[in-house]
């Protein structure tokens, strides 16, 4: 399996820039997605294919990386962008990270 | 627009089949390239994908679970389906369908979720 690890938790304050990382236990191309889910709702998609912004999400949302290594930038957040953020892979059969929640100050 | 909902016995029994449906509107699993995937959550395992089922059957299952897992649509009816063998109450979680209509596989439309629990 690809193991994808994020850090468990952030906190910031509104309208500064928080960035989220996502490893991968081997190499996955650009084949990295980024979701955001909401406590009580399902999973929202934000960025797909490492940098490309999913039709709807504020471009204050985008993503980088490529190989092992990928960010998902929130460039300012904003209060409502308290969530946890999920990244997952598709290089290699379909796996998610553990989900870094994001709690704003 | 695209709408995803799952279904499902909201409970059963550890040992029984669990078998949910994924009811979607707004696209054809009939179109070249489409898929519905089923993911589940569970608070101690977060977002595990289970199985996938493309436009023209191809299926595609978690090798961990693969020998507990069918997945089946009908295409007709715009319905997509899971079944589960052998349930512990380690499957209890949150079940979800979602499609994924690119090459990248990436899920772009998730339904809301069916919680099931396996208790005795």
């Known amino acids: 399996d690809t193991v994808l690890t994020q850090s468990p938790a952030l906190a910031v304050s509104p309208g500064e820039r928080v960035t989220i990382s996502c490893r991968a236990s081997?190499?996955?191309?650009?084949?990295m997605h980024w979701y955001q889910q909401k406590p009580g709702q399902q999973p929202k998609l934000l960025i797909y294919g490492a940098s490309n912004l999913e039709s709807g999400v504020p471009a204050r949302f985008s993503g980088s990386g490529s190989g092992t290594d990928f960010t998902l930038t929130i460039d300012p957040v904003e209060a409502n962008d308290t969530a946890t953020y999920f990244c997952q892979q598709s290089w290699n059969e379909y796996t998610f990270g553990a989900g870094t929640k994001l709690e704003l100050k | 627009q695209v709408t995803l909902k799952e279904s499902g016995p909201g409970i059963l029994q550890p040992s029984q089949t669990l078998s949910l449906t994924c009811s979607f509107s707004g696209f054809s699993l009939s179109t070249y390239g489409m898929c519905v995937g089923w993911i589940r959550q569970s608070s101690g395992k977060g977002l595990e994908w289970l199985a996938n089922i493309w436009w023209n059957d191809d299926k595609y299952y978690n090798p961990s679970l693969k020998n507990r897992l069918t997945i089946s649509k009908d295409t007709s009816n715009n319905q997509a389906f899971l079944k589960i063998t052998n349930m512990d109450t380690a499957d209890t979680a949150t079940y979800y369908c979602?499609?994924?209509?690119?090459?990248?596989?990436?899920?772009?439309?998730w339904g809301q979720g069916v919680m099931v629990t396996v208790s005795s």
């Open positions: 081997e190499s996955v191309s650009t084949r």
């Open positions: 979602a499609r994924d209509s690119s090459y990248m596989d990436y899920f772009d439309y």
